[in-house]
């Protein structure tokens, strides 16, 4: 069965380093999220992307984050200077459809120190 | 903006027993609303999903929901719960226009189900 699958499963960054979350969504997929979970808070919306764009990002998604699909497999999102407080877990997810299923990843948790 | 608040953090329940995991919502338009499940180590899987129709949604591994617009409410229930269901349940939402874009999520129940 497709899957998404992220790497690595967990990270540890110092902070002010940039760090690269990757993704691989599954492959007939055209909608690519991000979401996160700061450890006991709610899962957060960080951005949705379409036909090699933002369709849609919130107001956490501030200039230190930015989103790639490089090589049309891979969907990456890259924080450019980490904070204490960006340590979560990371979810990626796809959808084939705007209005169909979103799976999502097995996450990747970051770790700022 | 929408919101969505799950009462419950924890939830045990011995095994066989039924289960209602509560969920309410705020939203001034229309939503789409869904449950997710995570078991552990693994990601987010769709358990149902509500998007018009029928107010009773019956999702996999026997669970159903019914929407309550009235109530803002849209509870997950179980008639008979076993000992791998055991998992975080997130309720979330999202506004009709978006889909599954900007989902909305709570912060999660976790059913713990012993024996």
Same mark, same amino acid.
């Given at each position: 069965?497709?899957?998404?699958?992220?790497?690595?499963?967990?990270?540890?960054?110092?902070?002010?380093?940039?760090?690269?979350?990757?993704?691989?969504?599954?492959? $007939?997929?055209?909608?690519?999220?991000?979401?996160?979970?700061?450890?006991?808070?709610?899962?957060? %919306?960080?951005?949705?992307?379409? $036909?090699?764009?933002?369709?849609?990002?919130?107001?956490?998604?501030?200039?230190?984050?930015?989103?790639?699909?490089?090589?049309?497999?891979? %969907?990456?999102?890259?924080?450019?200077?980490?904070?204490?407080?960006?340590?979560?877990?990371?979810?990626?997810?796809?959808?084939?459809?705007?209005?169909?299923?979103?799976? %999502?990843?097995?996450?990747?948790?970051?770790?700022?120190? | 903006?929408? &919101?969505?608040?799950?009462?419950? /953090?924890?939830?045990?329940?011995?095994?066989?027993?039924?289960?209602?995991?509560?969920?309410?919502?705020?939203? /001034?338009?229309?939503?789409?609303?869904?449950?997710?499940?995570?078991?552990?180590?693994?990601?987010?899987?769709?358990?149902?999903?509500?998007?018009?129709? &029928?107010?009773?949604?019956?999702?996999?591994?026997?669970?159903?929901?019914?929407?309550?617009?009235?109530?803002?409410?849209?509870?997950?229930?179980?008639?008979?719960?076993?000992? /791998?269901?055991?998992?975080?349940?997130?309720?979330?939402? &999202?506004?009709?226009?978006?889909?599954?874009?900007?989902?909305?999520?709570?912060?999660?129940?976790?059913?713990?189900?012993?024996?």
């Amino acid at each position: 069965e497709p899957e998404v699958t992220q790497t690595p499963s967990h990270q540890v960054t110092q902070m002010g380093q940039e760090v690269i979350l990757r993704c691989v969504p599954i492959s $007939n997929h055209l909608y690519f999220y991000w979401y996160r979970q700061i450890l006991g808070q709610k899962v957060e %919306f960080l951005v949705s992307f379409y $036909n090699n764009e933002i369709s849609e990002k919130s107001e956490i998604f501030d200039d230190q984050f930015s989103v790639e699909r490089p090589d049309g497999s891979n %969907f990456t999102l890259k924080i450019r200077s980490t904070k204490l407080e960006d340590s979560a877990m990371y979810f990626c997810a796809s959808s084939r459809q705007m209005n169909t299923e979103a799976f %999502f990843g097995q996450g990747t948790r970051l770790t700022v120190v | 903006a929408q &919101s969505v608040t799950q009462l419950d /953090s924890q939830v045990p329940v011995f095994e066989e027993a039924p289960v209602e995991l509560r969920c309410n919502y705020s939203s /001034s338009v229309s939503v789409y609303l869904f449950w997710y499940v995570q078991y552990p180590n693994q990601g987010l899987q769709l358990l149902l999903k509500y998007l018009s129709g &029928s107010t009773l949604v019956k999702g996999i591994n026997g669970f159903e929901a019914e929407f309550n617009k009235s109530q803002t409410s849209f509870h997950l229930r179980k008639p008979s719960v076993h000992i /791998s269901d055991t998992a975080e349940y997130f309720c979330a939402v &999202s506004i009709m226009n978006t889909g599954f874009q900007k989902l909305v999520f709570g912060t999660g129940t976790r059913l713990l189900v012993s024996p």
